[in-house]
């Protein structure tokens, strides 16, 4: 076991171990935020203006970050990234209000978004292009699992506390800045970038023309699968209540499996890429993805769109690791953030977009529309993965001639 972790090189290690954190401190103020609003008097209006607010945050947070990256070092972002992730946290126990809220939610989400481009992009660079698709399902393994982890620790600890509501929420939240700040000291040591010898540096600038293509394609395959699950991310528990009026214990019991499922997803993504090319994979994924929204459209028995709605969770984490080892493998080194952080501003954005529309149809009891919707998504999502071709340099021959074994065995 030694030595498999020894092959790991160990900024991807911190790296992983900091993403856990990062799940841990969502997964915790995700659980008790909504309920510590409500206990401030802040209507369920009020906080989708919020999170609309925050979301949106997110997606533009994308622009500074493009233009810091001219003047700062990788090391530098990441750094930077983590402060304006953590830090606002310790806020969280005290906003009151809609205005406080959404600077504070704002701020925790726009590091969020730089944290996971250029975090990735700095562990990718730490791997070869064969174990990428291993290490960001990996990532995905470790953020929820992280987030059974929570929502565990929440269900367990605050039947101990025997204070008020508003306390409780409060301390959880305060543990979920704590598990922030653990977040950002990983952090530190995971922040080494992988300098680029001269002759790959030339072999990425005489690719980069091509490029432009590529990042369409990234930004409507990323748009576009975000539009799909937020469905099921944002809507799953109405689309029960609705078609099969059953009672909210029920639903939560159903939902409660599905990070589980969506860990295994994230397992068996490299699996089939192993066998089978990247792209093809992806296509296989969001096919089985659209064939099974299309058949909980239909009037099915409440086990067989339970197993559906898991299956589509699976079939979205598959998906996941795939999509972000195209948003490495489409492009120079030089360019790799930039890539990847379109690919998370573009996912946020096409879900946000998404969720406004899956909202109108269900709030006319159009259950199957929101579901054709979300099929289409995934359809144009996952065939659009496939025409980003891979521009990134290939390695001079015998260059690392050993790093095919990075990650392995990890």
């Keep these: 076991m030694r030595s498999k972790f020894s092959s790991v090189p160990r900024p991807v290690l911190f790296y992983l171990a900091a993403s856990f954190f990062m799940g841990l401190a969502n997964t915790i103020f995700d659980v008790v935020f909504n309920f510590y609003l409500a206990d401030r008097g802040i209507s369920e209006g009020d906080a989708g203006v919020i999170y609309a607010i925050a979301t949106g945050a997110m997606a533009v947070a994308v622009v500074p970050l493009l233009l810091l990256r001219r003047f700062l070092s990788q090391r530098a972002l990441l750094i930077g990234a983590s402060v304006l992730y953590t830090v606002p946290f310790a806020g969280l126990p005290f906003v009151a209000s809609v205005t406080s809220a959404s600077v504070v939610l704002s701020l925790i989400l726009s590091g969020m978004l730089g944290l996971l481009s250029v975090g990735n992009a700095m562990a990718g660079a730490q791997v070869p292009a064969t174990a990428r698709t291993r290490l960001f399902s990996s990532f995905f393994i470790c953020y929820l699992g992280a987030g059974v982890v929570g929502s ?7 039947g101990w506390l025997h204070t008020s509501d508003l306390q409780k929420y409060r ?13 950002f000291v990983l952090r530190l040591p995971s922040a080494r970038a992988v300098p680029q010898p001269a002759a790959a540096t030339a072999r990425a600038e005489a690719q980069g023309a091509g490029e432009k293509g590529n990042f369409a394609a990234l930004f409507v395959a990323a748009g576009f699968l975000g539009a799909s699950i937020a469905l099921f991310f944002r809507f799953a528990n109405v689309l029960f209540a609705q078609i099969y009026r059953i009672p909210v214990s029920d639903i939560s019991l159903i939902l409660g499996s599905d990070k589980i499922i969506s860990i295994i997803g994230a397992i068996f ?33 409440l086990v067989v769109f339970t197993v559906l709605y898991l299956s589509r969770l699976l079939f979205n984490y598959c998906l996941m690791p795939l999509l972000d080892t195209v948003a490495m493998a489409g492009f120079a080194p030089a360019r790799q953030v930039v890539s990847i952080a379109l690919r998370q501003s573009s996912f946020y954005l096409g879900g946000a977009v998404a969720a406004a529309v899956y909202g109108a149809l269900l709030d006319a009891g159009d259950w199957r529309a929101a579901l054709w919707v979300s099929a289409g998504c995934a359809l144009v999502g996952s065939l659009a993965m496939t025409l980003v071709r891979n521009h990134e340099p290939s390695p001079a021959p015998n260059e690392n001639e050993n790093e095919e074994k990075v990650l392995e065995h990890a």
């Design 152 to 158: 565990a620790l929440v269900s367990v600890v605050s």
């Design 269 to 301: 993504a490299p699996v089939l890429v192993k066998r089978f090319s990247l792209r093809p994979s992806a296509a296989f994924f969001g096919c089985l993805a659209v064939v099974g929204l299309i058949l909980q459209s239909l009037t099915v028995p």
């Design 171 to 183: 301390f959880f939240l305060l543990l979920s800045f704590l598990a922030a700040c653990v977040m």
